[in-house]
């Protein structure tokens, strides 16, 4: 089901665990599959680069990987450079995962530009209420849907397939 | 690879007569189709014959004509309901069935639903049995079929059948019942249950895939699935598939000669890992029913961490679980079985299926017991969850 | 026994390689459920895929995922009709057909009647073919969907598919191609032939029976007759015959690979038998066109006899063939196929269908042939009809 | 398909042939089939007896047998005997027919009755047309019919079965 690259950071996931007092935490779930994801950031205040990253998670092993592979990305990595992993360059670094796990990799940068934006927001002194700080994921990046039972065009978003009268899951 | 198999639930390995049954069959260099006339054709008809007269003894069916070969589970539930609906279309349009029925009868009864059928779909307590009383009341003169399942795939907890049965019959309505994960595993009787129409299949009692079989009782109105041809008694069309119905047959007859010895194995299995369970973990959940339920089969659910990461990391050890309905694979939503019997979602997803078969022992169990112990901690100790 | 197979219309032996290849796959420990994600599931997985491209490969599909696994043509005809016709209805009610097809989709249009569909079934011409111009006429605004067979299971002749298929395609009308008894005989390519749907199955190409196959072009409209599960890529539920599966992969591996050779092999035959038949025989009708037809079959008409005694005769010395589709046996109709021919309803009851295969000789022929002799002056001998 | 004795007598039928001039010639064509048998008759004038009988047939092996078995049990019988021959009796001689194939004794008898017909009819001086002398034979004997695809209860005389659609062949 997983290439290599994938099952090497499932099974030695690197980065796991919590930073105590740390400079920014973001935490996701995913609205799909009931999954969540804490990553937790040390950052150094002159360079505004991350010189620690942790992460917690609570997914299945495409999220696990994921995690493990966005946190050896940003480490090291400026804030703006960090701020610039979108979650196509977590899956692609880990050399594909299967289309229906695509959208795990949505939780790794979602929870990391949320870190940033904690840390950011600390510094500013906002307080922002939890759903605020919940991005909106995008579905794919306007590629033609079909229907996985009858292979009808389908719109992006839709929830059920009126061709073939099947409720979807939304990996279309 | 060595793995030892506790997903009997998704595939159980052939038994070697069967292997061997399937190979003659295969090498017998006089096989032909069982509808020509010639003789090549008639020595094939008796195969066909005897494969089916095993069939009907393993379900105790009055006359093994009202045994329709199919392709498997999926086609038998999809030619039962689907065929009942529309055989008796003027007698009514309502149809009830349970939340935690496997998606052959969940999806045949939603496109149904788009033909102008009406689907009470009935709730299941959190033992995971419905009541057989709230089936009665939902009874209303328009229903034509009851479709409930016997044991259910992914807890394995079996379902007041035979009152189902009685009040179906009482009341003149169809009952159609799943029995894929039950029949030549545990007794199934389509007379004392009272069934009209019987799903099952071959494989859950060590017969090939791709494989099964309809209980159409005698004078049941119902439309073939298949049409065409005038095979099966002119239920179901097709060529048959001869090698794997004389493998289900031999199947079907050891099942029905083995039975109590296999039965008492399989619980015996059931009754170790549930008392050495809580030795090895801690905060989890039994999602099956300790009174009614399959032998073979243990659902937990394993508190803060996901399922399919605990199969991936015991399949690293060569231990094979699944974590829910393998042809649910693809799908993410959480199982609506378990759902149905109120897990909240992040239970459910920490929701692993263990069966095992008559091929397994203690020490696979133990092995699997003791890799499972340290999977959980390695995965609560990664989860946010957990330290909460 | 040592009987000569001339009826591999209704069954062909399987291939040694086909025979070893579902051997293996029957006695291999790590066979599991292709849907399970752990390694054993993934292992099966694999040969599925590897059957699959196998399959896409014979009959020139793009795409292996447009490849349908089902158990046998009368699922795959059965699905692909009435689920097109269903997806599609509110863009149409009418079908196109012709009165030749075979049982599974003569029937399944029956049903769709019942449903409100409008079915115009073509006549052919003596010579068995239907004209692709009245294909064209037939089709109205509300036409849905086009189906016509590739080759006729009684006369072996072959229609003008790739024109019909072009019309089809001009007009936006979906076209489904009944292949059943030419995937794997004769070359058949789903994009030269702008087929939507393509019905086959295993056993015409010395697979096992029970294992056939829907082309199903990426983007067409369709429901799955199955419901259930996701396998198949959605289109088709059930947990796959995956021995059986194995074997056809195979099957159409060889197919693919032997075409040439084999169909030099079998028209030789025909020319022989062809040739050498009014040396043996008086007073018959080739029911087969000269010219576009199977190279594995034969259909005589013999006059004034009737076509189950001489089968009956001819079994007597060990030489099977039939006398009529092997699936209408059962039935006491005369042949729709043969009445659309023109012929006369006893002409009709004369019938022989020799259908040879690549283990077939001359030698096989000329028993058939001195055999048939003596039978037919039997039966002849007996016959109300000659005398006069 | 066939047992052995119908085979035996489908393989060695006896009786075959054609009598010239005889005393009395029945034809019937089986309406479901398109079959045919001819029945001659050779009569013994003062006993009344069936001194010679021989058919014709062109139908399936078991109108052989059928016709086989039936001039076997007809010959040396008086007239009175024979015209009580069913078609039942011959099936019964025969061990049994596959159910689909009890309608192929119905030519046997009837062939038979008509034959005798005949030789009482030239005895009597009458002509009748050809329509007239086919015997209308009755189907089964009263019991039940289902549809053989659906298996709900018919009447006898369905062709096509209303619950699911479907021709009938007339077997049901
Ligand atoms: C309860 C139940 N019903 C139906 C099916 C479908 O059977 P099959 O996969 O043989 O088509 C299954 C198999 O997963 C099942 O467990
Ligand atoms: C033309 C044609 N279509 C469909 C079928 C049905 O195929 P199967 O018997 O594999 O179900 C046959 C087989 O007899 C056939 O010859
Ligand atoms: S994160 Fe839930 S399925 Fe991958
Ligand atoms: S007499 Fe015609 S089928 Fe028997």
Known sequence: MYNQVVMDHFKNPRNVGVIEDPDGVGEVGNPLCGDMMTIYLKIDENEKRISDIKFQTFGCGSAIAVSSMLTEMAKGKTLDEARKISNKDVAEALEGLPKNKLHCSNLGADALHMAIQDYDDKKAGIVRPREEREEKHEHGDGETCYCPYCDVELDEKASFCEACQRDLTEEH | ?388
Not at chain 2, 295 to 320: F, T
């Open chain 2, 1 to 388: 690879m060595n793995v030892i198999n506790l997903d009997h639930i998704s595939f159980n390995p052939l038994l070697p007569e069967v292997r061997e049954a399937m190979i003659d069959a295969i090498n017998n260099k006089d096989l032909h189709n069982p509808s020509s006339q010639h003789k090549a054709g008639e020595k094939s008809a008796e195969m066909l014959a005897q494969a089916r007269q095993n069939v009907a003894d393993l379900i105790n069916a009055a006359d093994p004509k009202e045994v329709v070969f199919t392709s498997g589970g999926t086609e038998s539930v999809n030619h039962a309901v689907k065929g009942a609906a529309m055989a008796n279309r003027e007698k009514g349009n309502h149809i009830i069935a349970t939340n935690i029925e496997h998606n052959s009868v969940i999806r045949s009864l939603k496109r149904l639903s788009a033909q102008g059928f009406k689907v009470t779909s009935l709730s299941v307590d959190e033992s995971g049995r419905v009541d057989p009383a709230a089936v009665a009341d939902a009874i209303t003169d328009q229903t034509i079929l009851i479709s409930v399942m016997h044991s259910n795939n992914e807890t394995g907890t079996i379902q007041p059948i035979a009152e189902i049965g009685a009040i179906a019959r009482e009341n003149k309505v169809l009952f159609h019942c799943d029995a894929v994960d039950s029949v030549g595993v545990v007794p199934v009787d389509v007379q004392a249950l009272n069934a009209d129409l019987l799903s099952f299949a071959s494989n859950p009692f060590y017969g090939p895939t791709g494989a099964g079989g309809l209980y159409i009782r005698r004078g049941t109105r119902i439309f073939p699935l298949l049409d065409g041809g005038v095979q099966e008694h002119n239920k179901r069309a097709g060529t048959e598939n001869l090698i794997g119905i004389i493998g289900m047959g031999k199947a079907a007859q050891l099942a029905a000669a083995h039975m109590e010895e296999r039965r008492a194995h399989l619980a015996d299995l059931k009754k170790y890992l549930v008392e050495q369970l809580p030795q090895y973990v801690d905060e989890y959940i039994i999602n099956t029913n300790p009174d009614h339920s399959l032998p073979n089969l243990l659902n937990i659910s394993l508190k803060y961490i996901e399922g399919e990461s605990v199969m991936l990391m015991l399949d690293e050890e060569n231990l094979a679980v699944s974590t829910k309905s393998a042809c649910a694979t693809g799908s993410l939503r959480a199982s609506h079985v378990l759902l149905s019997l109120g897990l909240s979602h992040s239970d459910a997803q920490g929701t692993l299926v263990i069966a095992w078969g008559i091929d397994n022992s203690k020490d696979d169990l133990q092995k699997l017991l003791s890799t499972l112990s340290g999977v959980v901690s390695t995965l609560r100790s990664m989860s946010p969850l957990y330290q909460k």
